[in-house]
Nanobody
Framework: QVQLVESGGGLVQPGGSLRLSCAAS????????MAWYRQAPGNQREWVAAITSGGSIDYADSVKGRFTISRDNAKNMVYLQMNSLKPEDTAVYYC?????????????WGQGTQVTVSS
């Protein structure tokens, strides 16, 4: 079990940057997968980026080259640095932890933080 709290969202102009933070309630060193998702109004929640306990990183094509996911295990934090933001990036961004126990995956979600990209 883990509780996740996102922060760092806000209003930013196109081309600007934001860094989102995800604070976990416990040590995340052993959590296999930490990820960021986003959901715009009327859309399904889509995967944005992921980082595994082994350090593997992957990004959705829509954000590759602009976003960077990272983690600080000592602080139980996961970050999403977002650069060159576009209006299409506007969404509620969610942090997710995926934990495997007894061969079954459990997903834990934060409450989300709003990112609005507009001039």
């Amino acid at each position: 079990q883990v509780q996740l709290v996102e922060s760092g969202g806000g209003l930013v102009q196109p081309g600007g940057s934001l860094r989102l933070s995800c604070a976990a309630s416990r040590n995340i060193f052993s959590i296999n997968n930490m990820a960021w998702y986003r959901q715009a109004p009327g859309n399904q929640r889509e995967w944005v980026a992921a980082i595994t306990s082994g350090g593997s990183i992957d990004y959705a094509d829509s954000v590759k080259g602009r976003f960077t996911i990272s983690r600080d295990n000592a602080k139980n934090m996961v970050y999403l640095q977002m650069n060159s933001l576009k209006p299409e990036d506007t969404a509620v961004y969610y942090c997710k932890a995926a934990i495997s126990t007894a061969g079954s995956w459990d997903n834990y979600w934060g409450q989300g933080t709003q990112v609005t990209v507009s001039s």
